[in-house]
C-alpha cells in the first residue's frame, strides 16, 4: 500500500480485515505515524460500536507493517497507491514500482479523477495496471471502480475484480475516462447547483432542500463543502480537459472560494460556510427546482447509457453505493422518460448547450409505444 493519508490507511485497514498481509510504504516516518494513527482510530471505533473484537482488532493491526523503503514491495501480489491526486507524482511512483515489483504484480491507482494510461504507461508494463477507486472512508464505502485502460491485460482485470470481490466490496468496470462513472455524473451535478446558487436562482437552503426532498441523502451545496472545494474543482478540471463541455468549467464562484482557502469543512468555511452569506435573490425561481438539477443529471445518465460506456445496473449501482443518491433509473421510471424528455428539452432551448441537448435514448424511450416497457428492457440489458 503506497501512500497512508486517509485513503491510503483506510484501504489498508480493508486489505487486513480481509485477512491479507499488508506491506505499508510512505515517504517519511512522519507519514507512517500519520497512517498507523488513522488505522488505530478507525479500528478502536469499530470496536467501541462492537463492529470488531478485540482480538480482531489485535489480529488486523499485526497485519500491516510500514516501511519508508519501496524495496519492501519487491514480492507483493498486489500494489496499490494511493498518494494525492498529482499526475507527476503518480508517475514517478510507477516508474519505481515498474523497476522493484515483480513482472506478474497487479498495479493498481486509487486516483478518481487522473487518466489513469498517463500512469500506467510510466511503469513500462502498462498491461498489469489498473484503477481501484475505492470511495471515502474505505472501509465502510461498499463501492470499488475497477478502472481498466486500453492496455489492461484481461488478466489483470479479472484479477483487480477478483481482490474487489474478496474484500467484501462490491465492484462496477469502468473504462478511463475522466469521472470514471460516478464522478461523471455527480461532480456536474454539484457545478449545476453552483451555478444555480452563484447565479442567484435559489438560496442555498432551497437547492438543498428540494434535492434532500426528491430522495438525496444530502443537499448538493453541502456536499461540495463536505467532499472539498478543491476536490470538486480539481475533478471538474479534469472533466472539462477531456470533454471542453463548458458546463464542466468550475463555475466562478468555486474557483474564486477555493483561491481563497475556503475549502468546506476541512477549513471551516465553504459555499455554504461563507463568512457573508450570498444574499436572497430577488425573484424566487426555487419552483424550477428540482427539475433544473434532476433533469440534466438524468439525461447525463441516458448518455452514458447511449454511447455504451455503462449499462443502466452498472450506473444504479455505482450511484445509490458511492453516493447513497436513489438509483437513476429508478427515478426515471417514477418520472417517466416522456416528462423528462420535455423538461430537458426546455432546458436545452434555455441554455443552447450541446451537452444539454437530449439524449437520444431519452428521445426513443419516450418515442416508444410502451415507454415503461422500453426503459424495463433497457434495464434488463447486460
Known amino acids: 500500500m503506497i501512500g497512508l493519508g486517509t485513503m491510503g490507511a483506510g484501504i489498508a485497514e480493508v486489505l487486513a480485515a480481509a485477512g491479507r498481509t499488508v506491506i505499508g510504504v510512505d515517504a517519511d516516518q512522519a507519514a507512517l505515524d500519520r497512517g498507523r494513527t488513522i488505522v488505530e482510530t478507525?479500528?478502536?471505533?469499530?470496536?467501541?460500536r462492537d463492529k470488531i473484537t478485540a482480538d480482531q482488532?489485535?489480529?488486523?493491526?499485526?497485519?500491516i507493517s510500514y516501511h519508508t523503503d519501496f524495496a519492501a514491495v519487491a514480492d507483493a501480489e498486489v500494489v496499490i497507491e494511493a498518494v494525492s491526486e498529482n499526475l507527476e507524482l503518480k508517475r514517478s511512483i510507477f516508474t519505481r514500482l515498474g523497476e522493484v515489483a515483480r513482472p506478474e504484480t497487479l498495479l493498481a491507482t486509487n486516483t478518481s479523477s487522473l487518466p489513469i494510461t498517463d500512469i500506467a504507461v510510466a511503469s513500462g508494463r502498462a498491461d498489469r495496471v489498473v484503477g481501484v477507486h475505492f470511495f471515502n472512508p474505505a472501509p465502510v464505502q461498499r463501492l470499488v471502480e475497477v478502472v481498466k485502460t486500453v492496455l489492461t491485460a484481461p488478466s489483470a482485470q479479472t484479477q483487480a475484480l477478483e481482490l474487489v470481490n474478496d474484500l467484501g466490496k462490491t465492484p462496477i468496470l469502468c473504462g478511463d475516462r475522466a469521472g470514471f462513472v460516478v464522478n461523471a455524473l455527480l461532480v456536474p451535478y454539484l457545478n449545476r447547483a453552483a451555478r444555480l446558487y452563484q447565479d442567484g436562482c435559489a438560496t442555498a437552503a432551497q437547492i438543498d432542500e428540494a434535492m434532500v426532498a426528491a430522495g438525496n441523502p444530502m443537499g448538493p451545496l453541502a456536499l461540495i463543502d463536505l467532499v472539498g472545494l478543491d476536490v470538486t474543482v480539481s475533478a471538474l478540471d479534469r472533466m472539462y480537459s477531456e470533454t471542453r463541455d463548458r458546463r464542466h468549467a468550475p463555475v466562478a464562484l468555486l474557483a474564486a472560494l477555493v483561491s481563497a482557502g475556503?475549502?468546506?469543512?476541512?477549513?471551516?468555511?465553504?459555499?455554504?460556510?461563507?463568512?457573508e452569506p450570498r444574499p436572497a435573490p430577488l425573484i424566487d425561481r426555487s419552483a424550477e427546482l428540482p427539475d433544473a438539477l434532476l433533469l440534466p443529471y438524468l439525461n447525463d445518465v441516458c448518455r452514458m447509457v447511449e454511447i455504451g460506456y455503462a449499462t443502466p445496473e452498472v450506473i444504479d449501482t455505482g450511484m445509490s453505493l458511492g453516493c447513497r443518491m436513489p438509483r437513476p433509473f429508478d427515478v426515471l421510471a417514477d418520472l417517466g422518460p416522456a416528462a423528462v424528455l420535455a423538461g430537458q428539452q426546455q432546458i436545452f432551448a434555455a441554455t443552447a448547450e450541446p451537452g444539454d441537448r437530449p439524449a437520444l435514448l431519452l428521445e426513443r424511450l419516450a418515442a416508444a409505444p410502451d415507454p415503461a416497457a422500453a426503459l424495463t428492457e433497457l434495464r434488463a440489458m447486460a
Open 42 to 48: 478507525s479500528t478502536g471505533r469499530a470496536l467501541e
Open 262 to 275: 475556503r475549502l468546506g469543512r476541512k477549513t471551516g468555511q465553504g459555499i455554504l460556510l461563507q463568512a
Open 57 to 63: 482488532r489485535t489480529a488486523l493491526t499485526e497485519r
